[in-house]
C-alpha cells in the first residue's frame, strides 16, 4: 500500500515521499526498508536517526528529519499505529464456516447465524449461542451458558452452567469461567464444609480475557466483569468481585471474594487485594502491591505492600534504602557516647 493512502486513512499530514510501497509495520529497532514504524514514547526518538524503516508515525511536534525516512504526523501516534497493523494485518479465518462432525451439541441448544464451532467441541443442554460466534476446538460449554453475538473463544476454554457471556467477548485457551468459589465451613473435628456455590458469572459486552485465567460462580448472586474491561493472563478472580468497566488487570493479580473494583481502574501485574473491600474508580495500583484495605478518593496511584499512596510510598522506600547507613552512623555514635561517659 502506498504511504499516501494510509496518510489519508490516517489523517495525518504526510512529510516525504508518498509514493513508498509499504509492505509491513515493525518495531523501529528492528524495521527495514518496506517497513512503516512508530514513535509514541520520547525514549524512543533514538532510534530514529538509525533505523531502516521507510516510514514513520510520530506526533505533530516531532521536529527530527531524514531525506531517506517519510514521516506521517498524527494526533495519537499510537493509536495510528493500531490502526495501521489492523490495516496492514486483517484478521485470519480462525475455523471454516459450519460445525465440525466431532462436535457434541445438546439437542436443546440454540445456535445463532454463522456459528462456527470447532473439533471436540461440547455444548450443553439448553445453551445458546450467538450469531457468528467462533467456538474453537476443546472448548466446553455447560448448561444454560448464554454466550452472544461475535464472540471469539479460543482452545480449551471451560464455560461451567449457567453462566453469561456478552457481545465480542474474547476469551484465550485454558480460562475456566465459573469454577466453584472458594468456600468452606470449619467443622468441630478440623474437616471442612463445602459451602454450595449456586451463584452465576457474568461477562459483559467488550471484556477481553487471557489464557489460564481462573473466574470462580458467586456463592449468591453474581461474579462480573463489566463492559470494557481487559483482563491479562493467568489472573484469579474469586466469588461475588465485581470488576468495573474498562478496568485493566495485568498478569498474576489475585482478587479475593466478595471485591468490588472501580471504573477505568489499572491493576498492574502481580497486585493482590483482599476481599470484601472497595476500590474507587480511575485507581492505578503498581506491580507487585497488596491492598489491605478500601480506597475510596478516585483517580489516585497506590503502590507498596501494604499498598500506600505512590508519594508516601516512595518515601518510605527512600528511608528504607538509608537504614544502612543510619544504622552504621547510630553504632559510630553510640561508641562515641559510651566512650565520653567511661571517662566521665
Request: hydrophobic residues 40%; glycine residues 10%.
Amino acid at each position: 500500500m502506498k504511504l499516501s493512502e494510509i496518510a489519508k486513512i490516517l489523517g495525518g499530514e504526510l512529510v516525504g515521499d508518498g509514493d513508498v510501497e509499504v509492505e509491513r509495520v515493525s518495531e523501529i529497532q528492528n524495521a527495514s526498508k518496506g517497513d512503516i514504524t512508530f514513535i509514541a514514547n520520547p525514549k524512543y526518538e533514538k532510534f530514529f536517526e538509525t533505523t531502516e524503516a521507510s516510514a514513520v508515525i510520530v506526533g505533530k511536534n516531532f521536529s527530527r528529519r531524514r531525506e531517506d525516512v517519510s514521516l506521517i504526523m498524527v494526533d495519537e501516534p499510537y493509536y495510528a499505529f493500531v490502526k495501521v497493523l489492523k490495516l496492514l494485518n486483517p484478521p485470519v479465518e480462525l475455523l471454516p464456516k459450519g460445525i465440525h462432525p466431532t462436535a457434541v451439541i445438546a439437542g436443546s441448544a440454540v445456535l445463532g447465524r454463522d456459528v462456527r464451532i470447532g473439533a471436540n467441541v461440547v455444548v450443553g443442554e439448553r445453551a445458546k449461542i450467538g450469531d457468528n460466534t467462533v467456538i474453537m476446538p476443546g472448548v466446553v460449554i455447560g448448561d444454560d451458558v448464554e454466550i452472544g453475538n461475535d464472540v471469539l473463544i479460543y482452545p480449551n476454554v471451560t464455560i461451567y452452567h449457567r453462566c453469561k457471556i456478552g457481545n465480542r467477548v474474547i476469551i484465550h485457551s485454558g480460562t475456566v469461567v465459573g469454577s466453584d468459589g472458594f468456600g468452606f465451613v470449619p467443622r468441630p473435628d478440623g474437616t471442612y464444609e463445602k459451602i454450595p456455590q449456586v451463584g452465576i458469572v457474568v461477562i459483559e459486552d467488550d471484556v477481553e480475557i487471557g489464557s489460564n485465567c481462573s473466574i470462580d460462580r458467586a456463592t449468591l448472586g453474581e461474579t462480573v466483569i463489566k463492559r470494557g474491561a481487559k483482563l491479562d493472563n493467568l489472573i484469579q478472580i474469586a466469588h461475588n468481585v465485581v470488576i468495573g468497566e474498562n478496568t485493566v488487570i495485568a498478569a498474576q493479580t489475585g482478587i479475593a471474594g466478595s471485591t468490588k473494583i472501580g471504573k477505568n481502574c489499572v491493576l498492574a501485574g502481580q497486585v493482590g487485594i483482599v476481599g470484601h473491600i472497595e476500590i474507587a474508580d480511575r485507581t492505578t495500583i503498581a506491580a507487585q502491591s497488596g491492598v489491605s484495605k478500601s480506597i475510596t478518593e478516585p483517580g489516585k496511584v497506590y503502590f507498596g505492600y501494604p499498598a500506600r499512596e505512590h508519594s508516601v510510598a516512595l518515601r518510605i522506600e527512600g528511608a528504607i534504602r538509608q537504614l544502612p547507613e543510619l544504622i552504621k552512623e547510630f553504632r559510630e555514635l553510640k561508641e562515641k557516647f559510651e566512650k565520653i561517659i567511661s571517662k566521665g
